[in-house]
């Protein structure tokens, strides 16, 4: 937390805001392209091999890939996840938010390199077959393909789960359910597909949702903190900023306050009728105002 608050002090002010909207524009973007020329969509994927070998946009571009296709139900599961992320963010603050997303992006990117090293050391014999290239976009391609933003999500619906634990959803519009129970339902169904699936799968599952463990570990006191505290402690941060600002010395001739140089000096003069302040520098040579 120590470590967190020194980061948001000084990098707070470069945070992303409404960093799930752009997400979604994200994936409507996808979904538009998906309609035009729907295998344009394989150029944009996530692929370490096909990235060291120039294709470098794809270290972006697999965010646009949409998650799924486009229909009723998916467009009510990216209006929920959009609700949610801005929760999030609205209750731990920007700068917070856009380290939990992008980490997860940046971890997502991290494990398909992993992955890669893995085919390369699992495969040898294949791979010295069939060539580098043929087995990357052809063989492996689905290996690849699992990095994408399905488990960003979910890592974004855990964590929610997490700080708002008791919160109620209705589930198909008309069952009452704590969240933290659907948390706990997800939660058992992603480790038991880790335990059943192959080398390759544990490795996407466990970079993509290694953002919340490390969530979890580094907020722990905020865990013990209510939402209305935290959003509390968040509002009292920023009019602490804002008073900060706030100055109480400013020059009648230069406009210069005690925020232009630590070493700068102001006095009001006492020939002036009225309260005007100067700097060390014009202090003694203005012209006296004088009320008519």
């Not at 692929?47 to 949409?66: A, S």
């Not at 997860?104 to 040898?124: E, I, P, R």
């Not at 059943?196 to 979890?216: D, H, K, M, Y």
Request: hydrophobic share 50%; charged share 15%.
């Amino acid at each position: 937390m120590k470590f967190l608050n020194k980061l948001e002090r000084k990098f707070g002010r470069y945070a992303v805001h409404n960093a799930s909207l752009m997400l979604i524009l994200c994936y409507a973007f996808g979904y538009a392209i998906s309609i035009v020329n729907a295998g344009f969509l394989n150029y944009l994927t996530l692929n370490p091999y096909l990235i060291l070998h120039g294709q470098i946009w794809r270290l972006v571009t697999w965010i646009i890939v949409p998650p799924s296709n486009l229909g009723i139900f998916t467009i009510i599961m990216l209006y929920f996840y959009y609700s949610i992320g801005t929760t999030l963010e609205r209750t731990w603050g920007a700068f917070r938010y856009n380290l939990f997303l992008f980490g997860g992006m940046l971890f997502t990117v991290l494990g398909s390199f992993v992955l890669l090293a893995y085919c390369y050391f699992a495969y040898a014999p294949v791979i010295a077959a069939a060539g580098g290239r043929v087995f990357f976009t052809q063989a492996a391609v689905g290996f690849f393909r699992q990095f994408s933003t399905y488990y960003v999500n979910l890592s974004i619906y855990l964590a929610f789960a997490l700080t708002f634990p008791d919160m109620v959803v209705y589930l198909f519009f008309l069952i009452p359910v704590k969240i933290k129970w659907l948390g706990i339902l997800d939660v058992a169904l992603t480790l038991y597909l880790f335990l059943v699936s192959g080398i390759e799968t544990r490795i996407v599952i466990g970079a993509s949702l290694l953002n919340v463990i490390v969530f979890f570990f580094s907020t722990r006191e905020m865990m013990r903190m209510s939402p209305k505290q935290i959003r509390r402690r968040q509002a009292f941060r920023q009019e602490v900023r804002k008073s900060a600002a706030i100055t109480r010395h400013k020059c009648a001739i230069c406009g210069r306050t005690e925020l232009d140089g630590a070493n700068l000096e102001f006095r009001f003069c006492s020939k002036c009728e009225g309260n005007y302040e100067y700097c060390q520098d014009h202090l003694f040579t203005h012209e006296h105002i004088k009320r008519h």
